[in-house]
Nanobody
Framework: VQLVESGGGLVQPGGSLRLSCAAS????????MSWVRQAPGKGLEWVSR?????????RSTDSVKGRFALSRDNAKNTVYLQINSLKPEDTAVYYC??????????WGQGTQVTVSS
């Protein structure tokens, strides 16, 4: 299993980024995928999750609702996190994780998002 994130960078407050997570080595369409972030000096924070299989649904933590949108392209084995109206407190390393009913079993290497003027 391999998960490779991309799309991070330095952006001004109010800006947008689209993070991507390219997956391989498992039946991508069947699994939920999550984004988890870690701000400097803080612990891991779950951000958003998209389910796999039929009837795809998404859930996000309250602090990003209305600003972050999660989607997936099963043909490309890729999950996306569109992040809008970025705030300095969104600065973090963003990880995607393959998600099972008992937690996260594989992680990507992370992509840095820095929000600063």
């Amino acid at each position: 299993v391999q998960l490779v994130e991309s799309g991070g960078g330095l952006v001004q407050p109010g800006g947008s980024l689209r993070l991507s997570c390219a997956a391989s080595g498992f039946t991508f369409s069947s699994y939920s995928m999550s984004w988890v972030r870690q701000a400097p000096g803080k612990g891991l924070e779950w951000v958003s999750r998209i389910t796999g299989g039929d009837g795809v649904t998404t859930r996000s933590t309250d602090s990003v609702k209305g600003r972050f949108a999660l989607s997936r392209d099963n043909a490309k084995n890729t999950v996306y996190l569109q992040i809008n109206s970025l705030k300095p407190e969104d600065t973090a390393v963003y990880y995607c994780a393959k998600t099972t009913s008992w937690g996260y079993d594989y992680w990507g290497q992370g992509t840095q998002v820095t929000v600063s003027s």
